[in-house]
């Protein structure tokens, strides 16, 4: 059983950059593929960015594409979203999550909550105007 731990959410100023961690511990981070999800109050939680097993293929939803990357330190068992030009609607709390898989190559993506196994508790980041 892998837990997951994020890090690096606080109050930032629009248009300023955040990075945040997620690490991983109990497991290896390396056999898992991994995404990013927020949640922000009365809303749904949303798909943000994913990574495969190795690194080299990612997604990300259409908000923060061209301004965010995903990337992940096996080594460190870390995996990282780095939002820039964040805005006041980023404002919500930020899941990391893992999905036990095989294939260190994968190219598709999961964007589904429910296709992940296993779930960090979370950072808030809010974005002011």
């Known amino acids: 059983q892998v837990q997951l731990v994020e890090s690096g959410g606080g109050l930032v100023q629009a248009g300023g950059p955040l990075r945040l961690s997620c690490t991983a511990s109990g497991r290896t981070l390396s056999s898992y593929f991994m995404g990013w999800f927020r949640q922000a109050p009365g809303k749904e939680r949303e798909f943000v960015a994913a990574i495969n097993r190795r690194g080299s293929s990612t997604d990300y939803t259409d908000s923060v594409r061209g301004r965010s990357t995903i990337s992940r330190d096996n080594a460190k068992n870390t995996v990282f979203l780095q939002v820039n030009s964040l805005k006041p609607e980023d404002t919500a709390v930020y899941y990391c999550?893992?999905?036990?898989?095989?294939?260190?190559?994968?190219?598709?993506?999961?964007?589904?909550?429910?296709?992940?196994?296993?779930w960090g508790q979370g950072t808030q980041v809010t974005v002011s105007s």
């Open positions: 999550a893992a999905r036990a898989m095989r294939q260190l190559y994968y190219s598709g993506t999961y964007r589904s909550a429910a296709d992940y196994e296993h």
